[in-house]
């Protein structure tokens, strides 16, 4: 029997849904120019998951996804728009959108991108440069 905690999220109109399960293997907050052109904010809070604990439970025909880079994969709603989640096929896992987990106890450990942030954020939390060195980046932090 499965005892995992599971979260539900929905697009903006809530035609699709998605279901993340069990715990997310890191939360934290993306800087970079990309993610927050995405996100129309300046910056976007992420909860990084294995791709087997996300799954589309309704509305997957209406799922559509766009690929502007080889490290993202985004996905949003073909009715509203509303983004949903974005695969990360380099670094295999999933970001499932943190505003979209109202039941999620966000609980950030980290900043990435941080040399691109344009707010600045004191929270002592570590502020990567770019990416940790696991995921392929210089693994150097900035002061706050």
């Not at 970079?32 to 439970?57: D, E």
């Not at 996804?65 to 989640?85: A, E, I, M, P």
């Not at 987990?101 to 966000?106: F, H, M, S, V």
């Amino acid at each position: 029997m499965n005892d995992q905690k599971s979260y539900t999220g929905r697009c903006f109109c809530g035609t699709v849904e998605i279901v993340a399960t069990g715990e997310p293997v890191a939360m934290g907050y993306c800087h970079c120019a990309s993610c927050r052109h995405w996100s129309a904010g300046p910056v976007n809070a992420f909860t990084l998951w294995q791709p087997q604990a996300v799954h589309v439970t309704k509305g997957g025909e209406h799922v559509e996804g766009y690929q502007r880079s080889d490290t993202s994969v985004r996905k949003f709603c073909d009715r509203c728009g509303g983004h949903l989640y974005t695969e990360h096929p380099t670094w295999g896992v999933t970001d499932v959108y943190a505003a979209l987990l109202p039941d999620l106890d966000y609980a950030p450990a980290l900043h990435v991108n941080y040399q691109e942030s344009v707010l600045r954020i004191r929270d002592g939390l570590p502020k990567y440069k770019d990416m940790p060195a696991e995921m392929g980046g210089s693994g150097d932090t900035l002061p706050e």
